[in-house]
DNA sequence: TGTTGTGAACGAGTTCACAGCG
DNA sequence: CGCTGTGAACTCGTTCACAACA
């Protein structure tokens, strides 16, 4: 850990920075200047600079950024030039599905596992991956270096899932039951929760 | 809007507060300090009596919070007495189970129309709701009094669905497809992204 | 005593204004 | 001249320390 520490919105940021940047190198373009990736994100371009500014001069003044040079930091800044394996627990009813449809599958992450309670499912094949008991979690993930887990089981059941993730060696888990889950300090947890956004909507539809 | 403003990231843990208050009620639970709160939800106590002492003073010296009291501030600040429609863009992928999924459907937001592109859905009724073709959304919608939004299609259409939505009156969007939507400024949209938080989630693993 | 309520200090993130450079 | 890069001001949110009070 000798890189400087970024700020955590930076961060949050460069996920969306990434999937603009290889779209446009898909499109043909080989440099752009922050005022039009600004247009693009709806992120103001003093962010934008100031983001990119962290990890060193990437920009020639005058005339923008280089989008190889960009991408290939960021990948690099968000370690993603490795592989990281995931494990999708409640694969019935969000788990596959807001996978496809986030089109997260960018390269650096892979399904590797799901898992589910529901009997009617296990045994299935979901995205070319087999669905096994969550009971199974710890026989199926132990020695296997799985990091992540995505945690899409309903609230109830959510903290066991969890626990049982942590036990076979997951280190960061995205949340998308509507739970707090108290985990050990070396695991990592993003709450992703719905009702907080749609309560945040209303109140700002009512109060401006 | 004579009520005081309240910070951003207050309105946005109420929904949290709400949940759990709600669940210790019907546990029988009558009253309640902010370090209990804390441990339940992972949020500091004095952020807990910080957000409540904006409405006002709530809570007893020496004992905690009536939580009859409470909730019924909450839903009133958040605006939940009134029943919020929504309508659903891509009911095929996300729009559906995320909604059983995560549980939101308290009491306060209701879903009244299901659109999807897809040949094969429509017509069908999904949770009670008959799903139409999105070139409808406007037909449908007209006159139907829709404030909320719930954005669920791919990336490649969501600014086109997204532009129906407002067309047909929507004020308030919550979008999950990754990509950025400029509409016009009296419409508020929420942006979740599976990536960013991946994204965040990765990096902390490999910094810490 | 126990717990709320709150001004003040602190910290994180954003914006601004402009210096630096192709 | 145009666009990047950046210290400084500002804004927002969190935490602290402690006063208020049942």
Chains 1, 2 share one sequence.
Request: glycine residues 8%; charged residues 25%; proline residues 4%.
């Amino acid at each position: 850990m000798e890189r400087p520490k970024f700020p955590d919105e930076t961060i949050r940021r460069m996920p969306l920075y990434l999937r603009c940047l290889n779209r446009l190198i898909i499109l043909g373009k080989d440099t752009l200047t922050s005022k039009e990736l600004s247009e693009f994100l709806g992120v103001k371009p003093t962010k934008i600079r100031k983001d990119f500014s962290y990890f060193g001069d990437f920009g020639t003044r005058g005339v923008g950024y280089d989008l190889n040079n960009l991408v290939r930091e960021i990948r690099n800044i968000l370690n993603l030039d490795q592989e990281w394996k995931i494990a999708v627990a409640g694969i019935s009813n969000v788990g596959c599905t807001i996978l496809d449809h986030l089109e997260f599958n960018q390269p650096g992450f892979q399904i590797t596992h799901a898992f589910d309670q529901d009997p009617e499912l296990i045994g299935d094949t979901v995205r070319g991956v087999t669905v096994h008991d969550v009971t199974e979690i710890e026989n199926q993930l132990s020695g296997e270096g799985i990091q992540l887990g995505l945690l899409a089981v309903p609230a109830i059941e959510a903290r066991g899932v969890a626990d049982s993730l942590v036990d076979a060696g997951v280190k960061g888990i995205i949340n998308l039951a509507p739970i707090f889950i108290d985990l050990p300090e070396d695991v990592e947890v993003v709450q992703m929760d719905l009702s907080s956004e749609l309560g945040r909507l209303v109140y700002h539809l009512t109060n401006s």
